[in-house]
């Protein structure tokens, strides 16, 4: 269990600097020291709220775990609870075939979507195909690694 609490100690370290520096990079953006695209004020608010709605988003999603891993630190009824939630065995192999079941219907969707864009747009049709190749690439490479580890 003093394996587990050091885990949980590293990832809250994790979660504090990555939320400090995302909190640090929006009150940056927001005062005016750093601009996200110089293509135009509409297209630049844009892409600064998009911006500051996905960094809002993952720091919450942080903090959530920050204090969620501090209580279980505390108390070890919630530490040997989370241990048991995030080494369940049937939840892992859920999720494995979940991931890759996700997996292969991403590339065929991206297949189909590089196809119809490509009597649309040229660009976009190349991003959809360099995606789905490098999607194929950590497919294979991750059952290669696994395959071999396991």
Known sequence: MEEYRNKLKIQNVFF???SAVLIAVQILAYSGVI????SGKS???????FIAGVALGV????????IKNLIALKNNKQLKKLYVKENDER?????TKGKSAGASAYLC???AAAIICGYFNVIVCITC??????????????KLYY???L
Not at 35 to 38: E, G, I, M, S
Not at 43 to 49: I, M, N, V
Not at 59 to 66: D, E, N, Q, V
Request: charged content about 15%; aromatic content about 12%.
């Open 16 to 18: 504090s600097v990555c």
């Open 35 to 38: 601009d996200p695209v110089n």
């Open 43 to 49: 297209w630049a608010d844009f892409w600064h709220g």
């Open 59 to 66: 720091t919450a999603i942080m903090i959530f775990g920050l």
């Open 91 to 95: 939840k892992k192999e859920i999720c």
């Open 109 to 111: 969707c991206m297949l």
């Open 129 to 142: 195909i360099i995606c789905t190749f490098v999607q194929s690439l950590f497919m294979i490479g991750g």
């Open 147 to 149: 395959n071999r580890k």
